[in-house]
């Protein structure tokens, strides 16, 4: 059976990425041989529709299920849609991740578990903003419309 693990790195020893959409790679396993290949997940620098990009690279490599963090809903519909069993909850290694699905400790989800846009970040001004800003100097101590005067 061909497993996905979304990964922060590209082996057996990274650890589970909590994120599905925007995780930093896919590891794809074997779980008769533990044979893996890891992929670079393209999607997670998508202006929007990640979870949906990253669930077609997924379904394109002949997974049947996906073990995960978390899932948001547009992947989880896109995945669902495609046949693919989703787990979340799931940390540890990628290698620990597998090996506790194949014992049968490991559940599948019924229902998105994060609202959309979860894993967008990175300081990149996702928010925070209070739109204060007047855009001519105001508020900083300046006369005269922004220009200082010589005294």
Same mark, same amino acid.
């Given at each position: 059976?061909?497993?996905?693990? #979304?990964?922060?790195g590209p082996s057996l020893d990274a650890s589970v990425d909590p994120r599905f959409g925007r995780c930093a790679y896919f590891v794809i396993v074997d779980t008769e041989t533990m044979q893996f290949e890891a992929l670079e997940n393209q999607a997670r620098y998508a202006g ?54 194949? #014992? ?5 989800? #019924? ?17 925070? @903003? !209070?739109?204060? @800003?007047?855009? !001519? @100097?105001?508020?900083?101590? !300046? ?9």
């Amino acid at each position: 059976m061909k497993v996905a693990v #979304s990964a922060v790195g590209p082996s057996l020893d990274a650890s589970v990425d909590p994120r599905f959409g925007r995780c930093a790679y896919f590891v794809i396993v074997d779980t008769e041989t533990m044979q893996f290949e890891a992929l670079e997940n393209q999607a997670r620098y998508a202006g929007g529709g990640a979870g949906i990009q990253a669930a077609q690279i997924v379904a394109s490599k002949g997974v049947q299920v996906v073990l995960t963090g978390q899932v948001g809903p547009n992947a989880y519909q896109a995945l669902s849609a495609a046949g693919i069993q989703i787990v979340t909850g799931v940390y540890g290694t990628v290698r620990e991740a597998v090996m506790k699905f194949k #014992s049968g400790e490991l559940k599948g989800t #019924s229902a998105p578990t994060v609202p959309m846009h979860y894993g967008m970040g990175f300081g990149m001004g996702m928010g925070g @903003g !209070r739109g204060m @800003g007047m855009g !001519r @100097g105001m508020g900083m101590g !300046r006369r005269a419309g922004g220009f200082m005067q010589a005294t």
